[in-house]
């Protein structure tokens, strides 16, 4: 048998085969040893944070990663970036039927040697297979579950703090346009997809850091006035600072793709107090998904909103996405 059967997702035998054969192959975790309807965690933190996601991508597999490693790297930052240590991970899966059995053991591989070289737990799951034509392959859904360390919020975000971002912009949503075949190019962008867990947590000790996130959907322009409006101040970018290679460079000016609303599936922008800015980036360029971090603007009292100050000297405002160039990114 090379494909995925409506009978997998019936509860039968098909499907303890593919619990026992493939899942429990990979996903050796001992949470999920028992099979039972629920797993019993260990917590020491009486904080917990929670988070969940799905991820619908398209194409399912793509330079730099595929839909098995995008949603244990999404749920792992969203806890991180809210300052929380990741624990435990559940995993629900939406198979079509005919799915290849060999990209699904793929998938699977790959979400184990991601989990566990991040240090979180896959808890508990979930199959369910639909008709042919009724999914684009696989859908995964996850939550997440860590204990928090340090509370990081907007409200804590001042006038002259200092605002990072952890390394070059736009990869993924450009990995993603070019896997998909539509444009005639042949150009070697990766997704920068990654767990951010061990290049943020050692900033939990920083006490002028205020807030974090990472710029998946709408990219660093949307998540930038978010904040704005969230902590009621305005931002200033400059461009110049912002750093963005060249081959998404080029295909942005290709196709009339801006990077700053291009989706990151492995960077943070990270809000600092200005004295604690230097400490911050060294410690980000210690590791190697923070070696191109870089100070791309600053909170201001002066105007509300997200201004760019261009190459040139100018400034444009920034809004939030409207008509999004590139769904089903993640």
Avoid at 293 to 308: C, H, N, P, Q, Y
């Amino acid at each position: 048998m090379e494909k995925i059967e409506i009978a997998h997702g019936s509860g039968g035998k098909l499907t303890r085969e593919l619990i026992e054969n493939l899942f429990l192959k990979y996903l050796d975790f001992e949470e999920l040893k028992s099979l039972q309807d629920a797993s019993y965690l260990k917590l020491s933190s009486p904080n917990i944070a929670m988070t969940t996601d799905s991820y619908v991508v398209k194409p399912f597999k793509f330079p730099g990663g595929n839909t098995g490693k995008l949603s244990v790297c999404g749920t792992i930052n969203d806890l991180t970036v809210s300052g929380a240590i990741p624990k435990y991970l559940s995993l629900g899966l939406i198979i079509e039927e005919g799915f290849s059995l060999k990209e699904l053991e793929d998938i699977i591989s790959t979400i184990a040697k991601t989990a566990k070289e991040a240090g979180i737990v896959i808890a508990t799951g979930d199959t369910k297979v639909v008709e042919s034509g009724k999914c684009d392959g696989i859908y995964i859904n996850t939550a997440g579950i860590g204990e928090i360390k340090k509370e990081l919020s907007p409200k804590f975000v001042k006038p002259g703090d200092v605002v990072i971002v952890t390394g070059y912009i736009g990869d993924h949503g450009i990995a993603i346009s070019l896997a998909r075949e539509e444009f005639d190019m042949e150009i070697p962008v990766k997704s920068d997809c990654a767990p951010l867990n061990t290049l943020l947590t050692p900033l939990f000790d920083i006490s002028g850091l205020k807030w974090m996130r990472d710029p998946t959907r709408g990219g660093v322009a949307t998540v930038t006035v978010e904040l704005s409006e969230m902590s009621g101040y305005g931002i200033k970018l400059f461009e110049d600072k912002i750093p963005v290679r060249e081959e998404v460079k080029f295909v942005c000016d290709m196709l009339g793709y801006d990077p700053l609303y291009l989706a990151n599936e492995g960077k943070a922008l990270i809000v600092v107090d200005r004295k604690d800015a230097e400490s911050t980036l060294n410690i980000l360029k210690e590791h190697p998904l923070g070696k191109d971090s870089a100070i791309i603007g600053e909170v201001t009292d002066s105007f509300k909103g997200v201004r760019l100050k261009t190459r040139i000297g100018g400034e444009r405002l920034l809004d939030l996405l409207e008509d999004d160039p590139l769904p089903r990114i993640c």
